[in-house]
């Protein structure tokens, strides 16, 4: 068989509104890709609104990144010295369960200092967790995705936090 590269899950940067359109053509194209939304109820109707605006996260060997770039409306691979930027697959499975489990669910950026590294963990490093509010850090895209959580569903188990069953 030849040299199967891995799969790694790469941001793509696309132009303003146009998620939708290029996960279109990505399907046409077989590409397996993820377009996270969060749902929202706006006159009476609900409408999907990107959970990361002008991004679609794609899962690809890095020699079809020309399949990529070559898709109408796609900017660029979103770079990280010098290199496309990979997502681990924790933290896709993360943004996952937070728009599936949570109903108010946005993002925020935090500061990265130059120099400065950000463990990462295989469940995600929770940032600030009160009583109305969980933060989790997403270390490779630079920003925390931030839940409305109701208080009944946080407990702390001997030192570690638990969300509506999820261990952080």
């Avoid at 946080?154 to 570690?160: F, K, M, P």
Wanted: aromatic residues 10%.
């Amino acid at each position: 068989m030849f040299n199967e590269q891995p799969l790694a899950w790469y941001a793509v940067y696309t132009r303003a509104k146009c998620e939708k359109k290029v996960a279109d053509l990505f399907t046409r194209k077989k590409v397996e890709h993820y377009r996270p939304v969060k749902q929202l109820i706006r006159s009476r109707k609900i409408i999907e609104e990107p959970l990361f605006p002008s991004y679609v996260f794609v899962h690809i060997p890095e020699s079809r990144n020309w399949v990529v770039r070559e898709t109408d409306n796609v900017v660029n691979f979103v770079y990280w010295l010098g290199q496309p930027a990979v997502i681990p697959d924790h933290e896709i499975a993360l943004i996952r369960h937070f728009l599936r489990d949570y109903d108010e669910v946005s993002v925020e950026q935090f500061p990265l200092k130059a120099g400065e590294e950000r463990a990462s963990s295989s469940g995600g490093k929770i940032i600030q967790l009160s009583s109305t509010r969980v933060k989790v850090e997403l270390s490779s895209l630079g920003c925390m995705l931030v839940a409305k959580v109701p208080s009944r569903e946080i407990t702390v188990i001997a030192g570690n936090k638990t969300v509506n069953g999820h261990h952080y």
